[in-house]
């Protein structure tokens, strides 16, 4: 049977492409097999409301955030790691397979593996399922973010040893226990990269009376965020609107600012993390105390995250060398052996999702 299928596949193979989606709040990657990763673009599509066109995709929407007229909106199809808008999740997928596929197209419509949450529903299965078909996939594999993380950061998945994979993404934190080819423990959190922007908007609003948006809370994060106090001190500027006046100001903010923004999200993730590991069976954790805990996700590169969590669990912290890529790299390695991994995908298309 298996030999029948990986004959089948290697056929199908030769008439479409398979791709690998991390189909992510802040960031979409896109995996095409024999070209690696072509698209890594904002998950954001502009939309003409008057027309209801989608005026941009991607990098070109992100550059449109807070500048366009009252009739373009921009609008985030996946919010929390959830399709909000199925229409508009299909128009964007459909633009990206597209992309991915421009000068490659080939006779059949590509198989596509998609990383999702843990924990997800079967409807919200249904719904990602059905987008990257409308979108033209021939087959659509689902795959749940940590066990693609695992896979694509080369953790042994499939033997009797436990491996804990933290991936803290831009709307949740998935984090997830993993041993003989399955989940065995695993927890979504609804602190991430877009609570931290909001966070640090918040922040700045009570201390400094200046109202800022999410692209430049965005871009202070990635420029001043860290957990522990730095040697150097390290600033940046912010510009916005002052609160009192009404009239454009701009100040100067350190590291310190920022770290005081996000101190309460980030005690939040150590005890989402320590609740997972209070409910996983005590030889597994003893596996996690001996191998370490693995970090992916954009908010791995918070600095001094990697050493607060050492201090604050008693687990050893593993930062992948590219953690921004971990999880479409285990979509390209699901592609690439199904067979091998087929327990792990929650669902396929030759498999029929329960309804709630």
């Known amino acids: ?45 502009a939309m003409n409301q008057k027309t ?18 009252q009739h373009i909106v921009a609008v985030q199809p996946v919010v929390e790691g959830v399709i909000s808008d199925f229409e508009v999740t299909s128009e964007m997928l459909a633009y990206l397979i597209n992309k991915a596929q421009a000068g490659h197209t080939k006779l059949l419509g590509p198989r596509v593996c998609v990383g999702v949450p843990s924990g997800i529903t079967s409807v919200e299965v249904r719904a990602v399922r059905d987008a990257a078909r409308a979108a033209g996939a021939r087959e659509v594999l689902i795959l749940e973010e940590p066990m693609a993380a695992a896979i694509g950061i080369e953790l042994p998945v499939h033997e009797p040893h436990g491996s804990m994979v933290v991936d803290i993404g831009g709307g949740t934190t998935d984090i997830g226990v993993i041993s003989l080819g399955g989940l065995v423990n695993a927890r979504n959190a609804r602190i991430a990269g877009d609570r931290f922007n909001a966070d640090i908007v918040s922040h700045i609003r009570n201390e400094f009376k200046l109202l800022i948006g999410e692209k430049t809370a965005e871009e202070l994060k990635i420029a001043l965020a860290s957990v522990a106090s730095r040697s150097d001190r390290v600033e940046s500027y912010a510009r916005g609107r002052d609160l009192v006046s009404g009239l454009p100001r701009e100040i100067s903010l350190s590291d310190q600012d920022v770290r005081n923004a996000l101190g309460h999200s980030i005690e939040e993730l150590v005890e989402a993390v320590k609740e997972v590991l209070e409910t996983t069976p005590p030889e597994l954790v003893s596996d996690i105390m001996q191998r370490g805990m693995h970090l992916v996700g954009g908010g791995a590169l918070i600095r001094g995250l990697p050493e607060f969590l050492t201090d604050s669990l008693g687990v050893p912290v593993n930062v992948d060398p590219d953690p921004l890529t971990a999880v479409v790299r285990g979509t390209s390695v699901v592609l690439d052996d199904i067979d091998r991994y087929r327990e792990a995908i929650l669902t396929s298309d030759d498999e029929l999702v329960p309804t709630e």
């Open 52 to 69: 209801g066109q989608i005026v941009a995709v991607g990098a070109q929407a992100k550059e449109m955030v807070g500048r366009t007229p």
């Open 1 to 45: 049977m298996n030999r029948m299928r990986r004959y089948k596949d290697r056929i199908l193979g030769l008439f479409s492409n398979d791709i690998g989606i991390d189909l992510g709040t802040a960031n979409t990657l896109v995996y095409v097999k024999g070209r690696g990763i072509v698209i890594n673009e904002p998950s954001l599509v």
